[in-house]
């Protein structure tokens, strides 16, 4: 099938939903890893919202691979497919490792984290301050390279601190290049590690879109997609005039309606589910299973809180699912009787939301 931008969809293994090979359709529209958020019952509500997204975990380190719990850390169910798991390490053994742990639980991609700059992260001396030590990214990546089959990606920063973007940039994606890497996630934006918090490092280093631009120019072989500041599917599609792929963090996350656009305007298909109601729905038997087993449905509705944002009775709905939502005793009647609380007809502006 032709998308809107001329390029052609792939098969992957409907199995298993990995493919060994990885190319730019691969990264052309993905959410974010994001802590606290990503888990795997955010994964399976994003999933009902879209076919074709690429969905991450959050980050996992490798200590917690390596000793920890790993069914819980990365257990997931296969209808969350494309999945990728991040990883953050900085030592080539102990990645490769949990790679091939993680391939092992049937992921479609193993992620290395170079990007993110919590103090946290960089006393474990991975994350952004990696920026800084390119060939050790590159021995990273090359040791995970060689334990596993399934593609290797990287998700990085322009640079850190006072680094040069254009030398830092380019060092970084030379070294992974060198090494394997099978694609290159860029955050449009510097990290400060030194004066910022991470959450003004969301925000705050500006964004230089053009600088990811011109490092697709160099490595047109690359799959590079872009990361930062992009809100909306429009946005999106902008982006991709220039890279191969965009991933959108925060905007899925508190909007996640306008994952119902990805699938028709980046793929060219029609979307899983017609509207947000249609969604929960279909949401529901994953949910009915869970709750079975012993989950909360707090579990679930946590993440669905944006689903109905610009719609009369959107708070009405969070509402009831921040009170009887959170008892014990909640089901899918509880769900329910708060989606019952919004209007089907859709106002003319987006932000005209009754009480």
Same mark, same amino acid.
């Given at each position: 099938?032709?998308?809107?931008?001329?390029?052609?969809?792939?098969?992957?293994?409907?199995?298993?939903?990995?493919?060994?090979?990885?190319?730019?359709?691969?990264?052309?529209?993905?959410?974010?890893?994001?802590?606290?958020?990503?888990?795997?019952?955010?994964?399976?509500?994003?999933?009902?919202?879209?076919?074709?997204?690429?969905?991450?975990?959050?980050?996992?380190?490798?200590?917690?691979?390596?000793?920890?719990?790993?069914?819980?850390?990365?257990?997931?169910?296969?209808?969350?497919?494309?999945?990728?798991?991040?990883?953050?390490?900085?030592? /080539?053994? &102990?990645?490769? =490792?949990? #790679? @091939?742990?993680?391939?092992?639980?049937?992921?479609?991609?193993?992620?290395? !984290?170079? $990007?993110?700059?919590?103090?946290?992260?960089?006393d474990g001396r991975f994350g952004a301050c990696l920026m800084r030590e390119p060939a050790l990214v590159g021995d990273c990546v090359a040791a995970m390279?060689?334990?596993?089959?399934?593609?290797?990606?990287?998700?990085?920063?322009?640079g850190v601190d006072d680094q040069d973007t254009e030398e830092a940039l380019d060092a970084l994606a030379g070294a992974v290049v060198a090494a394997g890497?099978?694609?290159?996630?860029?955050?449009?934006?510097?990290?400060?590690?030194?004066?910022?918090?991470?959450?003004?490092?969301?925000?705050?280093? /500006?964004? &230089?879109?053009? =600088?990811? #631009? @011109?490092?697709?120019?160099?490595?047109?072989?690359?799959?590079?997609?872009? !990361?930062? $500041?992009?809100?909306?599917?429009?946005?999106?599609?902008?982006?991709?005039?220039?890279?191969?792929?965009?991933?959108?963090?925060?905007?899925?996350?508190?909007?996640?309606?306008?994952?119902?656009?990805?699938?028709?305007?980046?793929?060219?298909?029609?979307?899983?589910?017609?509207?947000?109601?249609?969604?929960?729905?279909?949401?529901?038997?994953?949910?009915?299973?869970?709750?079975?087993?012993?989950?909360?449905?707090?579990a679930f509705t946590r993440h669905m809180l944006g689903l109905f944002n610009g719609r009369p009775g959107a708070r009405a709905f969070r509402r009831h699912?921040?009170?009887?939502?959170? #008892?014990?005793?909640?089901?899918?009647?509880?769900?329910?009787?708060?989606?019952?609380?919004?209007?089907?007809?859709?106002?003319?502006?987006?932000?005209?939301?009754?009480?």
């Amino acid at each position: 099938m032709t998308t809107r931008t001329g390029m052609t969809t792939i098969t992957t293994d409907t199995a298993t939903g990995t493919d060994p090979r990885m190319i730019a359709q691969d990264l052309r529209f993905s959410v974010a890893p994001m802590m606290d958020w990503t888990d795997r019952q955010c994964r399976a509500f994003h999933r009902v919202l879209s076919r074709r997204a690429r969905l991450y975990t959050e980050m996992v380190t490798t200590g917690a691979v390596l000793h920890g719990d790993r069914e819980r850390l990365l257990g997931f169910d296969a209808v969350e497919q494309p999945v990728a798991v991040q990883l953050g390490g900085s030592d /080539p053994g &102990d990645l490769a =490792r949990a #790679a @091939r742990i993680a391939e092992a639980f049937g992921y479609a991609e193993v992620n290395l !984290n170079v $990007g993110c700059p919590s103090d946290r992260v960089q006393d474990g001396r991975f994350g952004a301050c990696l920026m800084r030590e390119p060939a050790l990214v590159g021995d990273c990546v090359a040791a995970m390279k060689a334990a596993v089959s399934v593609p290797v990606t990287v998700k990085c920063r322009l640079g850190v601190d006072d680094q040069d973007t254009e030398e830092a940039l380019d060092a970084l994606a030379g070294a992974v290049v060198a090494a394997g890497v099978d694609g290159l996630i860029v955050h449009a934006r510097k990290a400060w590690l030194k004066g910022l918090s991470p959450r003004e490092n969301r925000d705050v280093p /500006p964004l &230089d879109y053009g =600088r990811v #631009a @011109r490092l697709k120019a160099t490595r047109p072989d690359l799959p590079i997609a872009i !990361n930062g $500041g992009v809100r909306t599917i429009g946005d999106a599609c902008d982006r991709l005039a220039e890279v191969d792929g965009v991933m959108i963090g925060r905007a899925a996350y508190t909007e996640p309606a306008l994952l119902l656009e990805v699938d028709p305007e980046i793929f060219g298909e029609p979307a899983p589910v017609p509207d947000a109601f249609a969604a929960v729905e279909a949401l529901a038997p994953t949910i009915h299973d869970a709750l079975a087993r012993g989950m909360r449905l707090h579990a679930f509705t946590r993440h669905m809180l944006g689903l109905f944002n610009g719609r009369p009775g959107a708070r009405a709905f969070r509402r009831h699912l921040a009170t009887a939502g959170m #008892a014990p005793d909640a089901d899918l009647s509880t769900l329910r009787a708060a989606v019952a609380k919004v209007s089907r007809e859709r106002p003319p502006a987006r932000a005209a939301e009754a009480a």
